[in-house]
């Protein structure tokens, strides 16, 4: 039944995913699917495997207040955690066309 879709786009991609669980100061838990791939520019898809929730995070997402908070549903405190963290595993952005 594949005719009876107009697609857009259809690719497949080797990437890099990431797990990682902690507890930051607000003493609020994060389980965290971080993946690496070649689309969105360099940015990180980041999945809350609690919620479900996911969102293509780079350093401009980061910069941008009360993202995270609207993005995962936290409160301010739980956010600045979260925000910590991503520092450390959101990269620069580049632009490339592989």
């Given at each position: 039944m594949a005719e009876d879709f107009d697609f857009l786009?259809?690719?497949n991609e080797e990437t890099?995913?990431?797990y990682v669980c902690f507890i930051g100061p607000s003493m609020h838990r994060?389980?965290?699917a971080i993946t690496t791939t070649n689309r969105f520019y360099g940015k990180?898809?980041?999945t809350d495997l609690q919620s479900g929730v996911t969102a293509i995070i780079g350093p401009d997402d980061l910069d941008?207040?009360?993202?995270?908070?609207?993005v995962f549903r936290l409160n301010e405190e739980q956010a600045e955690?979260?925000?910590s963290f991503l520092l450390q595993v959101v990269g620069a952005i580049h632009f490339s066309d592989t």
């Open positions: 786009s259809d690719s890099t995913t990431r994060f389980d965290l990180k898809l980041v941008e207040e009360g993202y995270l908070e609207h955690d979260l925000h």
